[in-house]
């Protein structure tokens, strides 16, 4: 499975943006990125997902590299709600999706 | 609320012990995921069904774990004698079928399990 990189951790103050960074060098040409984000003591959340373009929803905007190999998650505004682990993770497109996660990127929130 | 839902929420048995965790998808959902999530740690894959078919299972799970998923609605998570290592938050995801990287998949809020 491809692999992705991400920083540990990542501060941000509330009502500002968050940049949150991923790289994925070893990225095939069939695998979507997708972001989950797992609040305390919750299950994981499925925040966006894409695969050349960048997209937005209403959680989050998805900055994908022209070559693939990184990505950005975007957060408008946080909001002390956002802090949480987000994982960043590479779902190929096989029969099988079953998602592998890393450590992710603890994002703090400072009110 | 993702609309999967779980139960018991917590579970706390004696080492030896059986115990059984259910999980309820999205109705539509037809695929249906285990995982296991260990403190400090991403969740790990336990094992994949689509409709009733089991069709892939983790190193991880051992003899001790079964799953089924009779008529392809809700599933059952069975660990037979219980372990201290089997202390873990159990978590259940669904998701449609379709072109496998494009779906996301919906978590329940888990079955956190405790082992004494």
């Known amino acids: 499975d491809a692999k992705t990189t991400q920083p540990n951790s990542m501060e941000s103050n509330e009502e500002e943006p968050v940049h949150l960074p991923c790289n994925h060098s070893?990225?095939?040409?069939?695998?979507?990125i997708h972001w989950y984000r797992q609040l305390p003591s919750q299950g994981p959340e499925y925040v966006i997902h894409?695969?050349?373009s960048n997209v937005n929803n209403r959680m989050a905007s998805l900055a994908i590299a022209e070559d693939r190999k990184s990505s950005t998650l975007i957060l408008h505004r946080a909001t002390l709600r956002d802090a949480a682990v987000y994982y960043c993770?590479?779902?190929?497109?096989?029969?099988?999706?079953?998602?592998?996660f890393g450590k992710g990127i603890t994002l703090s929130v400072r009110p | 609320d993702t609309g999967v839902s779980q139960d018991p929420r917590h579970k706390i048995t004696k080492r030896g012990q059986n115990v059984t965790f259910r999980c309820d998808p999205i109705?539509?959902?037809?695929?249906l995921y285990w995982y296991r999530q260990t403190l400090g740690q991403g969740p790990e894959f336990l094992t994949y069904f689509q409709n009733e078919a089991q069709l892939e299972k983790s190193r991880l799970l051992s003899d001790r774990f079964s799953a089924e998923r009779p008529k392809g609605s809700f599933s059952t998570l069975e660990i037979q004698r219980t372990e201290q290592g089997d202390s873990a938050m159990y978590l259940c995801?669904?998701?449609?079928?379709?072109?496998?990287?494009?779906?996301?998949?919906?978590f329940g809020p888990g079955t956190r399990l405790t082992v004494t």
């Open positions: 993770i590479l779902l190929y497109t096989g029969a099988n999706s079953k998602l592998t």
């Open positions: 109705s539509e959902h037809n695929r």
């Open positions: 894409g695969l050349t």
């Open positions: 070893t990225i095939s040409g069939t695998d979507y």
């Open positions: 995801a669904s998701s449609l079928g379709g072109t496998s990287g494009s779906r996301e998949q919906y």
